[in-house]
């Protein structure tokens, strides 16, 4: 099965890119929009994922993969609720902020644009390509 690419979001206040890298791993959950919790079900293991800083940062500030593919979330008690482990791969140089993203016309049709409120969204491999490329980043 081929690789899909994702992008997740989480307020850096809430849990940033320093402390994930610190961890070393995160269990991602807690997503309770149905459309996203709908892609955490998809993500594979050893897909590759952008993180971005939502909130005042609004930037793509590191590339992660899937280290766990979706399972039950703990502690939920519902089933339908799932996550997935991430573990850090690098950090981006040059984070590539939201306005450079809308200011690409091959990145207008994302999930990040179309629908900035959901947390967790796909990727085109060809969008995935040209944020690396903004990060003056090759992809993996």
């Avoid at 993203?101 to 994302?110: D, F, M, N, T, V």
Wanted: aromatic fraction near 8%.
């Amino acid at each position: 099965m081929a690789r899909r690419h994702w992008i997740v979001k989480s307020e850096p206040g809430t849990y940033d890119w320093e402390r994930f890298v610190r961890e070393g791993r995160a269990v991602w959950d807690g997503v309770r929009n149905a459309q996203a919790r709908n892609h955490l079900a998809e993500m594979g293991q050893g897909d590759p994922v952008l993180f971005y800083h939502s909130g005042e940062a609004k930037q793509v500030v590191g590339v992660a993969k899937v280290a766990r593919s979706a399972y039950p979330e703990p502690g939920a008690g519902d089933p339908r609720w799932v996550a997935v482990d991430l573990v850090p791969v690098r950090a981006l140089r040059h984070p590539v902020s939201l306005a450079a993203i809308k200011a690409c016309r091959e990145l207008s049709g994302i999930a990040l644009v179309r629908q900035g409120r959901l947390s967790v969204a796909p990727l085109e491999p060809q969008a995935y390509e040209r944020i690396l490329s903004l990060a003056k980043l090759q992809p993996d």
